[in-house]
């Protein structure tokens, strides 16, 4: 009963209503527009879940995008999006590892349950930009033989899936603007998709929804940072 009533309050009522919203209109626009694959409605309500433990800074966070990261992978295998396949296999997956292990250990006050929010320097942001280019410039000829659906948007997917990747691992509040840019380009390419098979307007709800709990993540991670520099335990600069 101790464990229920921790849980219960865990999250807000906003984070709460955010989660159960997300979860209903994920599962109702499965049972519209799919019914068929039930491995789009598992990954969708997965990836879901680890939004609103990351927007927590919660370390569940990054061990669930692991398992969406698998999922996602085989549902943009299905419609010849190998950019996504690649990426969330070869790129989001196992730096979602290395983000598990960053957050576990560097826990805020000892609190395993909440990441110390980090600043990233100016010399880092250049170094990032830099790194994104040069991923970005290697990935399009990848795609492009394998012959990727959707080229240009599916390299702007890289672009925004790694430099997500990237801010969630150094602990930036900036990780949830990345993956909301990351949730546009999605929107559109499964829009893309659903022009050919109504089924993946599934998917593009899902995304639609994950905007909206990123946004979410941004907000509470600044007031997350914002109460940690309060209390001067967090450093100014990036470690």
Known sequence: MWKKTVVLHYFTKA???LWCTSVVLIAVS???FDRENYLTLVASLVGVTSLIFN???NPIGQFLVLIFSALYGIISYTFAYYGEMITYLGMTAPMAVFSLIAWLRNPYNGNRAEVQVNRIGKREVVFMCLLT???TF???FILAAFHTANLIPSTISVTTSFLAVYLTFRRSAFYAIAYAANDIVLIILWI???YADITYLSVVICFVLFLFNDIYGFINWSKIQKRQEATGSQPAAAR
């Open 55 to 57: 927007a927590k800074g």
């Open 15 to 17: 984070e709460f209503f």
């Open 192 to 194: 893309l998709a659903a």
């Open 30 to 32: 499965f049972f519209i």
């Open 133 to 135: 280019a040069v991923i």
């Open 138 to 140: 290697i990935f399009y």
